[in-house]
């Protein structure tokens, strides 16, 4: 069937209006029950993505490669879209992951809207799995929807588990009551092992008492360039647009520079802690946009003023030098106390935080068997292949656990 073709379904993707194609629809959906039948009897796992930027590229190739490499089950794009365009096919034959994301560009059908995909994935034949590749708050806002309908969820999307704590709880009932999974890894650090490092310690019974460090890849990648333990350091306008071009920031960088990116996986963190913290905003977080560039209507027009307000960081950074430090944008949970806070800290320069390379992250985990040594985890904490690699990861999990 070609891709893209709508159904007469009503709990499918619907737009055939006519008599004509309304017969020929009960022809198919007679079609499309038996497929589905013969579908079901053999071991399949259906994945639907939404989102082809950075992240979502890097994620179809290596979804590309794993199954290629993976006979069973055998795993099925059915749906991928972007905010503009969508492939899919209404009997759920596989849409083609060979030159995928040039067949999305040049399709002429756009997206239905979130409940129509959850309800096509909830119908589909086998079990199937919603990788969300956006940062999009309304994507997010389905999952309590998919889950409870028994589609599972993979995401490096921080929204969902850093918006509203009802949010939070409506998606863990929702996951607990269908059995459907989600899995979220690289909504902090990228493909690092943090969320599934805290869950470990949580689940096994340590006492989590202190979590700190680099939270942002860009954050690191600017002030390891802006600022280094040696040498002089770039401007501060260009680096921006260097972690821009290099795919660290969120899609607007403003994101990063507010300080709420390295919020969001704060309150992820928190929240997995144990603390009901309440959103990204009910801590003190310390933001880099100058006061001038706060009306700023789009990303593009902050980046193109930005240069003119250089000399705010070269003050922040002269100062840390003045005292023989060096300047990074840190954050902590303290567990005991409830308190949580993003911000600006100088470090001397032998300092692990201060002597980080590129975008790494680097995430200190105080518990009681810990004791005084940490757990720590470093690494590369923005990149489309590195934060796609924790994506992949979680789907072979959920994969193991549903097929
Ligand atoms: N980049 C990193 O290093 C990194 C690391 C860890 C986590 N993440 C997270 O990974 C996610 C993706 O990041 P990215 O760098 O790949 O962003 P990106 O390059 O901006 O790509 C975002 C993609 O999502 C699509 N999209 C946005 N809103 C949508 C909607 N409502 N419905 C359907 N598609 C929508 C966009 O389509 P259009 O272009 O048509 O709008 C685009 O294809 C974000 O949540 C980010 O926080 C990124
Ligand atoms: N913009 C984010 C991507 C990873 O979540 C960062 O720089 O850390």
Redesign the pocket.
Known sequence: MEQGVLSKHPSRFTDAASPLLASTLHIRQFGKVLGGIIMAATNQVFVAV???????KAFLSQLRNLASHKPSPKLKLCYI?????ALYNDDYSEVNMEGVVEALANSSKT?PALPQVIDYLAAAPAKSILVD????Q??ADQYPLALSRGVSIVT????AFSGSYQLWQAIFTAAATSGAKVYHE??VG?GLPVISTLKDLVETGDKVTKIEGVFS?TMSFLFNSFAPTEGAGGKWSDEVKKAKNL??T??DPRDDLNGL?VARKLTILARLAGLAVESPTSFPVQSLIPKELESCRSGDEFLDKLPAFDQQMEETKAAAEKVGKVVRFVGSIDVAANKVKVGLEMFDRSHPIAALKGSDNIISFYTERYGSNPLIVQGAG???DV?AMGVTADLIKVVAQIS
């Open positions: 939404i989102g082809a930027g950075g992240v979502g879209s972007t905010s503009r365009k997206p590749n956006t940062s999009s309304d994507v490096p999307n921080k929204k690289s909504s990228a890849g795919g660290y969120e899609p990116d923005a990149g489309g934060t």
